[in-house]
């Protein structure tokens, strides 16, 4: 089975993909393009589930920003009505990314890719 992941912010979103247990940060998309690119990507990847961190605080308070990615994950399940999609807490993601760029020396300016591949790793860790 075929999985995505997407680390959402306002201007770019980070894709993780996963298939037969093997995950790989896939790419950064500009926030605009996102439906497109997922309509590529799920007919390349022959995907099935997508999902999407949700970015809780450290006390599990709503936030501005987990309200706009519910938002986000209902647009989606209008639109890919045949994928699953699941909301995932991320919490820490975009700190572990970081420290994972700098450890491998990546000069990315970005880390949305390897957030995303976090939060993939995670939910798939915990399905097992």
């Known amino acids: 089975m075929s999985y995505l992941a997407l680390d959402l912010w306002?201007?770019?979103?980070?894709i993780a993909f996963s298939r037969e247990w093997i995950s790989l940060p896939l790419k950064?998309?500009?926030r605009t393009k996102i439906i497109q690119e997922?309509?590529?990507?799920?007919?390349?990847?022959?995907?099935k589930i997508i999902i999407v961190g949700l970015p809780y605080?450290?006390?599990?308070?709503?936030?501005?920003?987990?309200?706009?990615?519910?938002?986000?994950?209902?647009?989606?399940?209008?639109i890919f009505s045949e994928i699953k999609i699941i909301g995932f807490d991320e919490r820490?993601?975009?700190?572990?990314?970081?420290?994972?760029?700098k450890e491998l020396w990546i000069k990315e300016k970005y880390k949305d890719d390897i957030?995303?591949?976090?939060?993939?790793?995670s939910y798939l860790h915990l399905k097992k």
């Open 92 to 101: 820490f993601t975009s700190f572990e990314a970081e420290n994972i760029q």
């Open 115 to 121: 957030a995303a591949f976090l939060i993939l790793e």
């Open 38 to 47: 997922l309509k590529k990507i799920i007919q390349e990847k022959n995907t």
């Open 10 to 14: 306002d201007k770019r979103v980070g």
């Open 57 to 78: 605080d450290l006390y599990n308070t709503d936030t501005k920003q987990l309200e706009k990615t519910q938002k986000f994950i209902k647009k989606l399940k209008n």
């Open 28 to 30: 950064i998309v500009e």
